[in-house]
C-alpha cells in the first residue's frame, strides 16, 4: 500500500506512482459507486479525485496561515507525508506499515533530486516543471511518467538491499592495483583518445568511471572538470542501475568458493565454448567476454539484466550536474555495459553549455533582487549586496541578442524583459517596490524558458553526441583491459571485505568524499557472502539496517556517539573529525535538525557538506575530513573491549580509504 504523488496548486496531478496493491483499493473504492453498464473511472481520474481534497487543504493553510501540514495518519493506519517545494506538492503514503514517516520523507526528496537530475534549472519554475511532468501529447507523458516510476522503484530496490543507499554514500571495490591502473587506463588513453577525436561533435569527457554492480572500481575527472558531488554520483548509479539492473535475487556462486576468502584467491575460469557469448559482438568485431561452463561459473545469475533499448543505443542521456559555475550543468550521460554487471559510464561536456552558466547568474540576480523586496527593502537597499542591476541590463541585452540568433525564441523574454526596465528604470515606472515583484517572477520563468530551450531532451538531436564508432571504440577498450577480471570482479563485488573476529559486520564512510567500505551482505538461500547466507545473513542485515536508522535519529538530535545493547548484540556509532594528516579533532556539539527537515544523507541534502561547514568555523585554515563507523558486534564481548576493537578498525581503515579515486 504505497503511493507518491506531485501536484500543483491547482490540484493538477503532474506525475504519481503507486504499487499494485495501492492500484486495487483505489479501483474498489471509486468502482463501487459507479453505475451498472458503466465502465470504471480513468485510474488517474481516481487518483485526483482521491487527493483533491488533502492538496485544496494544503492550499488554504498556506494562504490563511502561512502553515502547512508536514504530516498525518489516519484511522486505517495510513501515513501520509507532504512537503512543498516551490509550487509543487509532494505527498508520499504508506498503508502497510513497511515505512516509517523518516522513509517517506527521504522518498520525497529523493524524488526532488531526480527531477532536478533529468530536467536542471526547469525545476525551479513551476509553470515550465508542469510542462515537462504532463506533456499535452498522451504518449510522450506515459513513456516519462514509466521512466519515472522505474527510477523510484530502482531506487526503493538499492535502498532496500544495497548498503551504499542505506548510509547513501558510494562503496569502492577493494583493490589497489587494479583501481590505479584502471584509473590510468581512463586518463591516459581512453579520455585522451576521445577528446582528441574529430568526431565527438564538440563534447568533451569530464568524467569517465566504471562501476561493477553499485561498486565503483575507478573514477576518473579532467583536470577543468568540477569534482562530481556525491548526491550527483548517487543519482546517476540509479540511473545505470535502471537501464543494467543488478539482479540481486539471483546470485549464485559455486560452493567450492563458499568457505574461501575471496579478497586473498585470484580465480581464473577455464575457457568457455564458443556458443556460450555473454556480450555478441557488433559487426564482425571478435568477443571479447564469454561465460564460464556451468560447473565453474562465478555468479552467472547476477550477469543477466534487461536488455538495452534497441531504439538508438547509442544516444546519450541528458543529465544536469552540479558544478562551480552553476549547480545545474547540463552534461550528455553515456552507458556503455561491458557485460551484465560491469558498466562503464562517461559524462561529457555539451556545446553551448556556457549559456547555462549566463541564464543561472542572470536569475540568481533576479532571485536576490526577489528576496529583498519580499523583506520589505526598496530602492537602493533592494540592490545591496548583489552584482549592480545597471551592470547586469546591458550584459543581458547582449544576451538576449545573441539568443535570437541562435534560433532560441527570445520575443517573450525581450517583451517581459522591456516590461521589467519600464517599472525598474524609468521615471513613469514604479522603481524598486513590491510592485516589481511580478516582473521578477516573469524574470525567472523566462530565464527557465531559455535553459529549457537549449537544454531539453527533446532538442537534443542525433548529431549532438559522440558518434556511434567512438562509443564502440571505447566500449572495446575497456572491455579489452578488463577481460582477465571480468568473473574476478563479479565475485569480489558480493565479497568485498575480509570481516575480523568477535565482529559481526561494519559500514566505514569518509563523509568528505561520499565513498564507503562494508562487507557484504547477501541475503538469498544460494548467495555466499562474509555473514554466510539465507536466513542468517538476513537476520544480520534486518539489525544493520535499524542500527542505521537509529544512528541517523540520534544524529539529528546532536549526538555523534551511540553505543546500545540488543540482545545477543552490541550497537555502536561514531561521527568523528579529523584533518589532512589524520589527527582527531576535539568534540564538540552539533546542531540538532528541525523536525520537518531533510532527512540525514547525502542524496537529500547534502547533509554531511553542511555539517563540515559547520564545524570548519573554528578550523578555517584547515582541510577538514569527517568519518563515520558503524559496527555490530557479539554482546558476550566486554564493552571496553569492542570499543578499542572499534578504534583499531577505524586506524586500519584508514589507509585504503586514501586510494585516489578521483
Same mark, same amino acid.
Given at each position: 500500500?504505497?503511493?507518491?504523488?506531485?501536484?500543483?496548486?491547482?490540484?493538477?496531478?503532474?506525475?504519481?506512482?503507486?504499487?499494485?496493491?495501492?492500484?486495487?483499493?483505489?479501483?474498489?473504492?471509486?468502482?463501487?459507486?459507479?453505475?451498472?453498464?458503466?465502465?470504471? %473511472?480513468?485510474?488517474?481520474?481516481?487518483?485526483?479525485?482521491?487527493?483533491?481534497?488533502?492538496?485544496?487543504?494544503?492550499?488554504?493553510?498556506?494562504?490563511?496561515?502561512?502553515?502547512?501540514?508536514?504530516?498525518?495518519?489516519?484511522?486505517?493506519?495510513?501515513?501520509?507525508?507532504?512537503?512543498?517545494?516551490?509550487?509543487?506538492?509532494?505527498?508520499?503514503?504508506?498503508? #502497510?506499515?513497511?515505512?516509517?514517516?523518516?522513509?517517506?520523507?527521504?522518498?520525497?526528496?529523493?524524488?526532488?533530486?531526480?527531477?532536478?537530475?533529468?530536467?536542471?534549472?526547469?525545476?525551479?519554475?513551476?509553470?515550465?516543471?508542469?510542462?515537462?511532468?504532463?506533456?499535452?501529447?498522451?504518449?510522450?507523458?506515459?513513456?516519462?511518467?514509466?521512466?519515472?516510476?522505474?527510477?523510484?522503484?530502482?531506487?526503493?530496490?538499492?535502498?532496500?538491499?544495497?548498503?551504499?543507499?542505506?548510509?547513501?554514500?558510494?562503496?569502492?571495490?577493494?583493490?589497489?592495483?587494479?583501481?590505479?591502473?584502471?584509473?590510468?587506463?581512463?586518463?591516459?588513453?581512453?579520455?585522451?583518445?576521445?577528446?582528441?577525436?574529430?568526431?565527438?561533435?564538440?563534447?568533451?569527457?569530464?568524467?569517465?568511471?566504471?562501476?561493477?554492480?553499485?561498486?565503483?572500481?575507478?573514477?576518473?575527472?579532467?583536470?577543468?572538470?568540477?569534482?562530481?558531488?556525491?548526491?550527483?554520483?548517487?543519482?546517476?548509479?540509479?540511473?545505470?542501475?535502471?537501464?543494467?539492473?543488478?539482479?540481486?535475487?539471483? #546470485? #549464485?556462486?559455486?560452493?567450492?568458493?563458499?568457505?574461501?576468502?575471496?579478497?586473498?584467491?585470484?580465480?581464473?575460469?577455464?575457457?568457455?565454448?564458443?556458443?556460450?557469448?555473454?556480450?555478441?559482438?557488433?559487426?564482425?568485431? %571478435?568477443?571479447?567476454?564469454?561465460?564460464?561452463?556451468?560447473?565453474?561459473?562465478?555468479?552467472?545469475?547476477?550477469?543477466?539484466?534487461?536488455?538495452? %533499448?534497441?531504439?538508438?543505443?547509442?544516444?546519450?542521456?541528458?543529465?544536469?550536474?552540479?558544478?562551480?559555475?552553476? %549547480?545545474?550543468?547540463?552534461?550528455?550521460?553515456?552507458?556503455?555495459?561491458?557485460?551484465?554487471?560491469?558498466?562503464?559510464?562517461?559524462?561529457?561536456?555539451?556545446?553551448?553549455?556556457?549559456?547555462?552558466?549566463?541564464?543561472?547568474?542572470?536569475?540568481?540576480?533576479?532571485?536576490?533582487?526577489?528576496?529583498?523586496?519580499?523583506?520589505?527593502?526598496?530602492?537602493?537597499?533592494?540592490?545591496?549586496?548583489?552584482?549592480?542591476?545597471?551592470?547586469?541590463?546591458?550584459?543581458?541585452?547582449?544576451?538576449?541578442?545573441?539568443?535570437?540568433?541562435?534560433?532560441?525564441?527570445?520575443?517573450?523574454?525581450?517583451?517581459?524583459?522591456?516590461?521589467?526596465?519600464?517599472?525598474?528604470?524609468?521615471?513613469?515606472?514604479?522603481?524598486?517596490?513590491?510592485?516589481?515583484?511580478?516582473?521578477?517572477?516573469?524574470?525567472?520563468?523566462?530565464?527557465?524558458?531559455?535553459?529549457?530551450?537549449?537544454?531539453?531532451?527533446?532538442?537534443?538531436?542525433?548529431?549532438?553526441?559522440?558518434?556511434?564508432?567512438?562509443?564502440?571504440?571505447?566500449?572495446?577498450?575497456?572491455?579489452?583491459?578488463?577481460?582477465?577480471?571480468?568473473?574476478?570482479?563479479?565475485?569480489?563485488?558480493?565479497?568485498?571485505?575480509?570481516?575480523?573476529?568477535?565482529?559481526?559486520?561494519?559500514?566505514?564512510?569518509?563523509?568528505?568524499?561520499?565513498?564507503?567500505?562494508?562487507?557484504?551482505?547477501?541475503?538469498? #538461500?544460494?548467495?555466499?557472502?562474509?555473514?554466510?547466507?539465507?536466513?542468517?545473513?538476513?537476520?544480520?542485515?534486518?539489525?544493520?539496517?535499524?542500527?542505521?536508522?537509529?544512528?541517523?535519529?540520534?544524529?539529528?538530535?546532536?549526538?555523534?556517539?551511540?553505543?546500545?545493547?540488543?540482545?545477543?548484540?552490541?550497537?555502536?556509532?561514531?561521527?568523528?573529525?579529523?584533518?589532512?594528516?589524520?589527527?582527531?579533532?576535539?568534540?564538540?556539539?552539533?546542531?540538532?535538525?528541525?523536525?520537518?527537515?531533510?532527512?540525514?544523507?547525502?542524496?537529500?541534502?547534502?547533509?554531511?557538506?553542511?555539517?563540515?561547514?559547520?564545524?570548519?568555523?573554528?578550523?578555517?585554515?584547515?582541510?577538514?575530513?569527517?568519518?563515520?563507523?558503524?559496527?555490530?558486534?557479539?554482546?558476550?564481548?566486554?564493552?571496553?573491549?569492542?570499543?578499542?576493537?572499534?578504534?583499531?578498525?577505524?586506524?586500519?581503515?584508514?589507509?585504503?580509504?586514501?586510494?585516489?579515486?578521483?
Amino acid at each position: 500500500m504505497k503511493c507518491l504523488l506531485v501536484a500543483n496548486e491547482s490540484a493538477e496531478v503532474l506525475f504519481y506512482w503507486t504499487d499494485t496493491e495501492f492500484e486495487q483499493q483505489v479501483q474498489k473504492q471509486y468502482g463501487v459507486s459507479q453505475e451498472e453498464g458503466e465502465g470504471l %473511472p480513468a485510474f488517474e481520474d481516481s487518483i485526483n479525485t482521491l487527493f483533491a481534497p488533502i492538496i485544496i487543504s494544503c492550499s488554504t493553510m498556506v494562504d490563511r496561515l502561512m502553515d502547512n501540514y508536514t504530516s498525518f495518519s489516519t484511522e486505517n493506519n495510513h501515513i501520509y507525508v507532504l512537503h512543498q517545494f516551490e509550487e509543487c506538492l509532494y505527498i508520499a503514503v504508506n498503508g #502497510d506499515g513497511d515505512e516509517t514517516e523518516e522513509d517517506l520523507k527521504r522518498k520525497i526528496y529523493v524524488m526532488k533530486k531526480l527531477t532536478e537530475i533529468m530536467f536542471g534549472m526547469v525545476t525551479l519554475s513551476g509553470a515550465l516543471l508542469r510542462k515537462e511532468l504532463r506533456p499535452q501529447d498522451t504518449e510522450q507523458r506515459n513513456r516519462l511518467w514509466k521512466k519515472l516510476r522505474s527510477l523510484l522503484e530502482t531506487y526503493s530496490r538499492l535502498r532496500e538491499n544495497d548498503q551504499s543507499f542505506l548510509v547513501e554514500a558510494v562503496e569502492r571495490l577493494i583493490h589497489p592495483t587494479l583501481c590505479e591502473q584502471c584509473i590510468e587506463f581512463l586518463e591516459r588513453r581512453l579520455v585522451q583518445q576521445i577528446n582528441s577525436n574529430m568526431d565527438r561533435a564538440g563534447e568533451e569527457v569530464l568524467h569517465a568511471f566504471i562501476l561493477v554492480q553499485t561498486k565503483m572500481l575507478a573514477f576518473y575527472s579532467s583536470r577543468s572538470a568540477s569534482s562530481l558531488s556525491t548526491s550527483d554520483l548517487l543519482a546517476l548509479i540509479i540511473l545505470v542501475q535502471d537501464l543494467y539492473p543488478s539482479k540481486i535475487d539471483l #546470485d #549464485d556462486t559455486p560452493e567450492e568458493l563458499e568457505n574461501s576468502s575471496i579478497p586473498d584467491v585470484f580465480y581464473t575460469p577455464e575457457p568457455s565454448p564458443p556458443e556460450r557469448e555473454s556480450v555478441r559482438p557488433r559487426g564482425d568485431s %571478435p568477443p571479447v567476454f564469454q561465460f564460464v561452463d556451468p560447473d565453474v561459473q562465478m555468479a552467472e545469475d547476477s550477469l543477466q539484466t534487461l536488455e538495452v %533499448p534497441t531504439s538508438d543505443p547509442s544516444a546519450p542521456s541528458r543529465v544536469f550536474l552540479e558544478a562551480k559555475e552553476c %549547480p545545474m550543468m547540463p552534461h550528455s550521460m553515456y552507458c556503455l555495459s561491458l557485460c551484465p554487471g560491469i558498466t562503464l559510464v562517461l559524462l561529457t561536456k555539451i556545446p553551448n553549455s556556457h549559456v547555462a552558466v549566463s541564464a543561472y547568474c542572470f536569475l540568481e540576480t533576479f532571485v536576490k533582487l526577489e528576496k529583498r523586496l519580499c523583506e520589505g527593502h526598496e530602492g537602493a537597499a533592494a540592490m545591496r549586496g548583489q552584482p549592480s542591476i545597471q551592470e547586469q541590463r546591458s550584459k543581458l541585452e547582449k544576451f538576449i541578442k545573441a539568443w535570437a540568433s541562435m534560433d532560441i525564441q527570445t520575443s517573450q523574454l525581450q517583451n517581459v524583459w522591456t516590461d521589467f526596465k519600464n517599472k525598474a528604470f524609468s521615471r513613469s515606472g514604479s522603481g524598486f517596490t513590491r510592485d516589481l515583484l511580478p516582473s521578477c517572477r516573469n524574470m525567472k520563468t523566462q530565464m527557465c524558458g531559455v535553459y529549457r530551450q537549449f537544454f531539453a531532451t527533446e532538442c537534443m538531436g542525433s548529431s549532438q553526441r559522440l558518434a556511434p564508432h567512438l562509443q564502440e571504440r571505447a566500449l572495446n577498450m575497456v572491455q579489452e583491459k578488463l577481460m582477465h577480471w571480468k568473473d574476478f570482479l563479479l565475485v569480489k563485488s558480493k565479497r568485498n571485505i575480509t570481516m575480523f573476529p568477535g565482529l559481526i559486520h561494519f559500514i566505514y564512510v569518509d563523509r568528505s568524499d561520499g565513498r564507503m567500505i562494508a562487507p557484504s551482505l547477501n541475503v538469498t #538461500d544460494h548467495a555466499v557472502s562474509e555473514l554466510g547466507k539465507g536466513p542468517l545473513a538476513d537476520f544480520i542485515k534486518s539489525k544493520v539496517w535499524s542500527l542505521v536508522a537509529t544512528a541517523q535519529q540520534y544524529l539529528q538530535k546532536g549526538y555523534t556517539t551511540v553505543t546500545l545493547r540488543d540482545g545477543d548484540y552490541f550497537y555502536c556509532y561514531f561521527l568523528w573529525f579529523e584533518n589532512e594528516t589524520g589527527y582527531k579533532l576535539e568534540v564538540i556539539d552539533i546542531p540538532s535538525s528541525p523536525d520537518n527537515g531533510a532527512p540525514v544523507g547525502m542524496l537529500t541534502c547534502d547533509y554531511y557538506r553542511k555539517l563540515l561547514r559547520y564545524y570548519s568555523k573554528k578550523h578555517q585554515n584547515e582541510v577538514l575530513k569527517c568519518y563515520e563507523l558503524f559496527t555490530v558486534h557479539l554482546g558476550v564481548i566486554p564493552s571496553e573491549y569492542i570499543l578499542q576493537h572499534c578504534s583499531q578498525l577505524a586506524r586500519k581503515l584508514w589507509e585504503p580509504s586514501r586510494i585516489p579515486l578521483l
